[in-house]
């Protein structure tokens, strides 16, 4: 495209100043490295020193919103406002001077470069004879190259322009209102702009494994007791499900979200909440460091996609038993994917994913332990990006998902393994705190309620653990702990007066949750993988062979009801306004009232 | 053998090769300036958000530039030009020129910030001409006209040694290399469609985008966003080897001046009257604006480029009448088309260019709420430590405008109307600024197919910024400057 006019350095001039010009170039231009390591420096220091957005004062400002009074927590957010001020004012005065600095070295460098290669006398270039053939192919060439700009420059603004629809309203139409309702459907459907949801868009929803904040806990009192799936009473709905998996379904506005997996693939479903229609069903290929080999799972089971998704309204997030996330747009357009790489895990990876704000969170626990192979992983959900990752967990593979809970300190990420319980902060993935609770193989997950997180385990223990202490806080911050009728695999369900925990083969247990008091004890006779969950007072549970056992929750063991699916299942349901989304082995069901 | 003897056959190598090294430690030193870019950015923080115990200080306003130093840049661009007019045209001096250029990058460009700007105003001015209620102050419009006036008569001597951006480029230059005419030409047009967009944008009160985009400010100001500092890194960078890139390729202050200065009265020459064709002037221009002649005349039968009308083996004097009719009027049909189709598409994309302008984006979030295709949500409680990108940033803001308009309760319909007039104004704004794009692509066009008719190099009239480079190189211009030394030539004006 182009040529060099100047190759030749002409011996003009006297060489020795010349010399002297590039020993100075290179003494400016290693000035100027300096100073801009410098800058650099003290630019990526002042990134975390950034009073706009430190993550502390963040959550110091939650912890006042949450304890209004505290003076305490003012006091601290007055001393880190401060300092963050502080030290960026210091930041934008160095940045001045370095500034100067780097001009001034600049300056001399630029100098002395032209120095040494000042040419007095310019090489004689060979005479050009003008030859109609040249002159004319010059013109072709220049029309061609006028036209390809000019037409690139049109077509780009042309095809943003085609991109961009009016809404405005045509002049006829008078708007009387200053704005329309903002709970329209229409409204809601419509893609949200900011990076994360809400904490009242999460609640409305069922964007996780067990819902907001993975307690299991459905906002919505009005969802049906009872159905009868050979009569279709009380089923909305029923489609089949491509491919198998114990994964449970996650709603959000009306768009159910499941997985399904095979030895070779892995796929995302999105069904219709309204209609059960499936909307798209997209696999997930062609990802980036995927092993050849396939993993260990339970096959019965259909365990190559045993984690359910996640979701934050903004993009559908999957992880496969083979260490394969991807993110798919509402549309169903791949966002991104990675592969974590295969899991060192006996019986396949099964923790869930969940979100916090523009976070996606892996527990990814394998091998023995003492391999530093387990983390905690934290995904920019908008990119698939690593943004940040635990030091190795000291706990081998484990099938429990982690729960965020929000402190008046801080918001804390509890994930369980054997034998700890770790909290870690939720905005940079440093640990908080431990407890050595756990014992064996840890499925069930954690949960939070009274203040207290609560983890357990068959063959160890219930804990009730205090969640504002440092370090290990096995001794110092156990309210309470029980080891009679614990669950091996469902995870427990709080109504925040009492702990509930199932055991697979029945044993549905209940303790006060303030003092550990065991209040009853039922045996259930049927077997169970599903995890409880609440709408209301009311507790509802899924067997095996899709057995659903409605109760009243409280103080004394109460039935309500017994509806037959009339499907084996595995996967725990998922709640919305008046409905109760559930997988069967083939079917999603859709359960309420017409 | 003597250590002296041994030197100068050493040295030049290694020296060429340390240069080299070293050329590319700057580019390594601009790279990470980059990185470290944002280490300038000025930012605002809200105050501390405690309500008791804190007391706000009263905000102090700088007090406005006094009006005596306004002028005080009016009579500094004044006697620049002047100067520059001298040295270009009578003293003929580069050292000379330089000197100017470096006083002119000092005081316009670091001492007074960029801004006030030749370049910038004429958005100033297109706005006033549009909006009666936008009162421009006479320093711009002096800004505006002084440089265009200067080079009416004197070629582009603003360009010389005058404009700080011009400036900038020019002392970065360290290896030329040559850009190929056909990129050259192609390229050449960009900074028109730029004028056009400028003039949009300022004439319907959108926003002034040669100034929000001008790629050197963040350097004379030393403080700037991370983009723009990277983008004028990035120009800079370029201006090592390809000559004052922005001047060339963007600079839309540059295009009025390529016009006018076609038509200039006096401008650089060399030494028409005894050009030996050695060629050294066109290896010294650095921004290709050296034209070669034409085919010898006026012996010999020039072949004229396909197109062009002219006949082949018709030679002569008469070649610059030869371009005949009928392709000239096909030329003509073809402007037109294009200006016609440009403009179509230019109306088509109005509604696209119109979101620049605020009372059109404000009113179409508002529209796109009410209509259930934007997502209203209350302020988010969990207070935000995430970085937006700028696209995010955008919406975000958008969000937040349209919240503070619902607050205020005005009616949606006026905002509407007023969203409306703002986007009529697009549409017709739309149609000329395709009409100009088509127009500018039909001249470019024609230009190419007409056939030079110089016989000796000369500096093109339009592309040449008087850097004065050539005169340093061009051995007759030595031989002259000689003569007049002794005193046997007067001095030549030129003409
Ligand atoms: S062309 Fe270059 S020198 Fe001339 S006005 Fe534009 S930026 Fe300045
Ligand atoms: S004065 Fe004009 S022709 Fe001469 S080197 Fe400078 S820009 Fe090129």
Redesign the interface.
């Known amino acids: 495209?182009?040529?060099?006019?100047?190759s030749s350095?002409s011996?003009s001039t006297p060489?020795?100043w010349?010399?002297s010009a590039?020993r100075i170039?290179?003494a400016a231009?290693g000035f100027?490295?300096a100073v801009?390591?410098l800058?650099?420096i003290?630019?990526f220091r002042?990134l975390r020193l950034d009073?706009?957005?430190?993550?502390e004062?963040?959550q110091l400002?939650?912890a006042l919103?949450r304890n209004p009074g505290n003076e305490q927590i003012?006091q601290q957010?007055?001393l880190l406002?401060l300092e963050l001020?502080q030290a960026?004012a210091e930041?934008?005065a160095?940045?001045?001077k370095?500034?100067?600095l780097?001009?001034g070295g600049?300056g001399v460098?630029?100098l002395a470069?032209?120095y040494?290669?000042y040419r007095k006398k310019?090489?004689?270039?060979e005479?050009?004879k003008?030859s109609?053939?040249a002159?004319?192919r010059?013109?072709?060439?220049?029309?061609?190259?006028?036209?390809?700009?000019?037409g690139a420059?049109?077509a780009s603004?042309?095809m943003?322009?085609l991109?961009?629809e009016?809404?405005?309203?045509s002049?006829a139409t008078?708007?009387?209102?200053?704005?329309?309702s903002?709970n329209?459907?229409?409204?809601?459907?419509?893609?949200?702009?900011?990076?994360?949801p809400?904490?009242?868009?999460i609640q409305r929803n069922w964007p996780r494994f067990r819902g907001p904040g993975g307690l299991g806990i459905s906002i919505y009192t009005n969802v049906p007791v009872s159905w009868n799936a050979k009569t279709g009473e009380g089923v909305l709905w029923k489609s089949p499900v491509p491919m198998v998996g114990p994964s449970s379904p996650i709603v959000w506005q009306d768009r159910v979200f499941l997985t399904g997996a095979s030895k070779t693939k892995r796929e995302v479903y999105c069904y219709d909440a309204n209609t059960g229609k499936l909307l798209w069903q997209k696999p997930v290929e062609n990802v980036p460091n995927t092993s050849p080999d396939p993993p260990t799972v339970m096959e019965d089971s259909g365990g190559y996609a045993a984690s359910t998704p996640a979701t934050d309204g903004r993009r559908v997030y999957a992880i496969y038993a083979n260490g394969n996330v991807a993110a798919f747009d509402f549309q169903g357009n791949l966002a991104w994917s990675v592969g974590l790489g295969l899991p060192d895990n006996n019986y396949g990876h099964t923790s869930s994913l969940t979100t916090y704000?523009?976070r996606l969170l892996v527990l990814f626990d394998q091998g023995t332990g003492k391999d530093g192979k387990s983390r905690l992983i934290a995904l920019d959900s908008k990119t698939g990006k690593l943004a940040w990752q635990t030091e190795p967990r000291p706990v081998p593979n484990s099938w429990a998902t982690p729960i965020v809970i929000h402190t008046p300190q801080n918001d804390q990420i509890i994930t369980c393994g054997n034998p700890w319980a770790i909290a870690y902060n939720a905005?940079s993935g440093t640990e908080l705190w431990r407890a050595k609770v756990l014992y064996g193989e840890v499925v069930p997950s954690p949960i939070f309620a009274a203040g207290l997180v609560f983890t357990a385990i068959d063959g160890e223990k219930v804990s009730a653990i205090r969640p504002d202490g440092t370090g290990d806080v096995s001794k110092s911050h156990i309210a309470w702990s029980a080891d009679e009728g614990l669950p091996d695999i469902c995870s427990p369900l709080s109504d925040n007066q009492r702990i509930y925990m199932l055991g697979t083969y029945g044993l549905l247990s209940c303790y006060d949750i303030q003092t550990g008091k065991e209040l009853w004890e039922k045996e259930l006779e049927l077997g169970f993988h599903s995890s409880p969950s609440l709408a209301g007072d009311r507790i509802y549970l899924f067997s095996d062979k899709g057995v659903g056992v409605v109760l009243q929750a409280g103080a004394e063991f109460k039935e309500l009801a017994r509806s037959d699916l009339g499907e084996d299942m595995l996967a725990s349901p998922a709640f919305a306004d008046g409905r109760i989304y559930v997988r069967g082995k083939e079917h999603l069901f859709c359960l309420g009232k017409k | 053998m003597s250590v002296s003897r041994v030197?100068?056959l050493q040295?030049?190598p290694r020296?060429?090769g340390?240069?080299q090294r070293?050329?590319l430690?700057?580019l390594?030193?601009v790279m990470?300036?980059l990185?470290?870019?944002?280490?300038?950015?000025?930012?605002r923080?809200p105050p501390?958000d405690?309500d008791p115990g804190y007391k706000m200080p009263v905000p102090t306003m700088p007090a406005p530039r006094a009006i005596y130093l306004e002028y005080l840049d009016v009579a500094v661009l004044l006697a620049a030009l002047s100067l520059s007019v001298y040295l270009v045209l009578r003293k003929r001096s580069r050292s000379w020129i330089l000197g100017l250029m470096l006083f002119s990058l000092a005081y316009f460009g670091f001492w007074r910030k960029g801004c006030v700007c030749a370049i910038g105003s004429i958005q100033d001015v297109m706005l006033a001409l549009f909006d009666n209620g936008y009162a421009v102050p006479l320093t711009v419009v002096a800004f505006f006209l002084l440089p265009l006036v200067f080079t009416l008569f004197f070629g582009r001597t603003f360009c010389a040694a005058v404009c700080p951006i011009g400036a900038i480029q020019d002392?970065?230059l360290?290896?030329?290399?040559?850009?190929?005419?056909?990129?050259e030409?192609?390229?050449g047009?960009?900074p028109f469609?730029y004028l056009g967009a400028a003039v949009l944008f300022a004439a319907t009160g959108s926003g002034f985008i040669i100034c929000q985009y001008d790629p050197f400010v963040s350097f004379f100001r030393?403080?700037g966003s991370v983009n723009m500092l990277a983008i004028g890194a990035g120009f800079l960078l370029v201006g090592l080897i390809?000559g004052r890139p922005y001047c060339r390729f963007l600079c839309p202050y540059g295009a009025l001046l390529r016009v006018v200065s076609r038509f200039s009265k006096w401008n650089v020459t060399l030494t028409p009257e005894d050009c030996i064709?050695?060629?050294?002037c066109?290896?010294?221009c650095p921004f290709g604006a050296i034209r070669?002649?034409?085919?010898?005349l006026p012996e010999g039968k020039?072949?004229?480029?396909?197109?062009?009308g002219i006949e082949e083996g018709n030679a002569g004097p008469s070649i610059k009448k030869q371009a005949s009719a009928k392709a000239m009027i096909g030329w003509g049909v073809l402007t037109v088309l294009l200006m016609v189709s440009?403009g179509w598409?230019g109306a088509?994309?109005s509604?696209?260019?119109s979101?620049e302008n605020r009372t059109v984006a404000l009113?179409?979030r508002?529209?796109?709420?009410?209509?259930?295709?934007?997502?209203?949500?209350?302020d988010?409680?969990?207070?935000?430590?995430?970085?937006?990108s700028a696209s995010?940033q955008r919406?975000?803001n958008l969000?937040l405008a349209?919240q503070a308009f619902?607050q205020t309760?005005?009616?949606?319909?006026e905002l509407?109307?007023a969203?409306?007039v703002a986007?009529n104004r697009f549409k017709v704004g739309g149609w000329l600024l395709g009409a100009f794009?088509g127009l500018v692509?039909g001249i470019?066009?024609i230009s190419?197919?007409i056939?030079p008719d110089r016989t000796i190099y000369e500096p093109d009239r339009a592309n040449c910024v008087a850097c004065g480079r050539c005169y340093t190189?061009c051995p007759r211009e030595q031989v002259r400057v000689k003569r007049m030394q002794r005193g046997k030539t007067n001095p030549a004006i030129p003409a």
């Not at chain 2, 988010?380 to 995430?386: D, G, M």
């Open positions: 495209m182009t040529n060099v006019i100047h350095t011996s060489i020795l010349r010399q590039v170039a290179m231009g100027c490295l801009c390591l800058l650099a003290d630019y002042s009073p706009l957005h430190s993550p004062l963040a400002k939650v919103g003012k957010i007055r406002d001020r960026h930041h934008e160095l940045g001045a370095a500034g100067w780097l001009l600049a460098l630029l470069i032209k040494a290669m310019l090489p004689r270039p005479k050009k003008y109609p053939g002159a004319r010059a013109v072709v060439l220049a029309r061609s190259a006028v036209v390809v700009v000019a420059v049109i603004v042309c943003l322009s991109r961009s009016s809404n405005l309203p002049p008078k708007t009387s209102a200053v704005a329309k903002t329209s459907p229409a409204a809601q459907a419509a893609a949200p702009i900011t990076p994360y809400t904490p009242e868009e704000q523009d905005a | 030197l100068p040295a030049g020296a060429a340390l240069v070293l050329s430690g700057i390594l030193f990470t300036a990185l470290s870019g944002s280490a300038f950015a000025v930012e923080f501390p405690f002392v970065m360290v290896r030329p290399i040559k850009v190929r005419p056909w990129l030409h192609a390229l047009i960009v469609f030393r403080s390809v064709k050695c060629q050294l066109d290896v010294a070669e002649p034409g085919p010898a020039p072949a004229a480029p396909s197109g062009t440009c598409l088509r994309s509604g696209f260019l979101y009113a179409e508002v529209a796109a709420e009410a209509a259930g295709k934007a997502f209203v949500s209350a988010t409680v969990v207070p935000s430590t995430v970085r937006l995010e919406e975000e969000r349209s619902r309760g005005q009616p949606v319909d509407y109307a969203a409306r986007r794009v692509i470019k066009l190419l197919s056939l190189h």
